[in-house]
């Protein structure tokens, strides 16, 4: 089994990985192969709502220039995906609505 996780912090080793590891070491005990993927430092365009991933139907962002192909290659071979993210109400917002865009409902693949 793996369960991978991404951080969508902009800090890397913050609260939010904290947590994500938190979750994450009772699992690896278990025996479940774990990985934590920290976001920050990453740069994640939004959805551009192209529609190319329904087109093509390959699992796939068409933009294949940050690591969000990466990241859904990571998603397709777990098992259990955790999805972290501070709740910053000002510019950071910007950041954690890309990360919501691209990992959470605009991912269609
Ligand atoms: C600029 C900024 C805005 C924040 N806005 C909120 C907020 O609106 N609501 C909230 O509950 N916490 C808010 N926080 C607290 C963060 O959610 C909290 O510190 C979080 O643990 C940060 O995660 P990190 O350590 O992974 O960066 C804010 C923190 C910062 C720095």
Excluded: H
């Excluded at 796939?60 to 993210?85: H, P, Q, T, Y």
């Amino acid at each position: 089994m793996k369960a991978v996780a991404f951080c969508g912090s902009a800090r890397k080793n913050g609260n939010t990985a904290l947590l994500l590891k938190t979750v994450l070491e009772p699992l690896t005990a278990m025996g479940v192969d774990t990985e934590m993927v920290e976001l920050a430092g990453t740069d994640i365009s939004g959805c551009k709502a192209c529609m190319g991933c329904f087109k093509e139907k390959n699992q796939r962002c068409v933009f294949d220039n940050d690591v969000v192909n990466e990241c859904i290659e990571k998603m397709v071979a777990a098992d259990v995906i955790l999805l972290g993210s501070p709740n910053l109400l000002c510019r950071y917002f910007i950041r954690n609505e890309g990360f919501g865009r691209s990992f959470g409902y605009g991912w269609q693949g």
